[in-house]
């Protein structure tokens, strides 16, 4: 499950109101932008979730070195380094065997060129 940590950052947030309730830390898709869910939302109720200018921790099974551009699955619900999913964010610092740090939503365009 792609549950993300807060981990630091001054995060850009804008209002999301779910249709049904969303947990704290979920990712959540507002157009083809993956956001992180601030605190948990009741369904149809507002709320608000983080776009930018955040580090996020996950916890996933993939390979990444710093820098690396980070993916997420909306169907399996993981971060992935494969391109044909949503664009999450920069590999922030060195990747545990379990967990990635990802600056949110950060640096589209290819490093060193």
């Excluded at 630091?8 to 209002?15: C, E, L």
């Excluded at 369904?43 to 099974?61: K, M, N």
């Excluded at 820098?67 to 909306?74: C, E, I, L, R, V």
């Amino acid at each position: 499950m792609a549950t993300a940590t807060y981990v630091s950052g001054n995060p850009v947030v804008i209002d999301y109101t779910p249709t049904s309730a969303a947990t704290a830390g979920d990712v959540v898709i507002q157009g083809l932008i993956p956001c992180i869910v601030q605190t948990d939302i009741e369904a149809d109720q507002l709320g608000s979730v983080r776009v930018f200018g955040s580090i996020e921790r996950f916890t996933t099974a993939a390979t990444f070195d710093v820098g690396d551009m980070a993916f997420y699955n909306a169907d399996t619900d993981t971060i992935t380094a494969t391109t044909t999913d949503y664009y999450i964010g920069r590999v922030a610092k060195q990747p545990t065997a379990t967990t990635v740090d990802v600056i949110l939503n950060f640096g589209t365009e290819a490093l060193g060129s």
